[in-house]
């Protein structure tokens, strides 16, 4: 399995951002793809995950609103989209995959695939 991200960037507060997760290699079409982040100093926590098979999709409570995640099937690909960016949104967003499905989780011990992050700043 192999998760490759991409879109991350400078913005100013209140601009928006969508990060993409490339995903190859998993032998079905029924997988989990959660979006993590990093802030400088913190310790990684889950934003949202999305199951392929059918789009459903799970939100952190404190990530509800101003994140949406979606599925691309023509790419392959898992999207983070990120409005109203305030400067504690910086940090390194990174995609990943447990071996198995068994719900919709955030929790990053579960996950066993990881892509290598793509860094978000937010500063004017």
């Known amino acids: 399995v192999q998760l490759v991200e991409s879109g991350g960037g400078l913005v100013q507060p209140g601009g928006s951002l969508r990060l993409s997760c490339a995903v190859s290699?998993?032998?079905?079409?029924?997988?989990?793809i959660g979006w993590f982040r990093q802030a400088p100093g913190k310790e990684r926590e889950g934003v949202s995950c999305i199951r392929s098979r059918d789009g459903q999709a799970y939100y952190a409570d404190s990530m509800k609103g101003r994140f949406t995640i979606s599925f691309d099937s023509a790419k392959n690909a898992v999207h983070l989209q990120i409005d109203s960016l305030k400067p504690e949104d910086t940090g390194v967003y990174y995609c990943?995959?447990?071996?198995?499905?068994?719900?919709?989780?955030?929790?990053?011990?579960?996950?066993?695939?990881w892509g290598q992050g793509t860094q978000v700043t937010v500063s004017s």
């Open positions: 290699g998993f032998s079905s079409d029924d997988y989990l």
């Open positions: 990943a995959a447990p071996a198995y499905i068994t719900q919709l989780m955030l929790d990053d011990y579960e996950y066993d695939y």
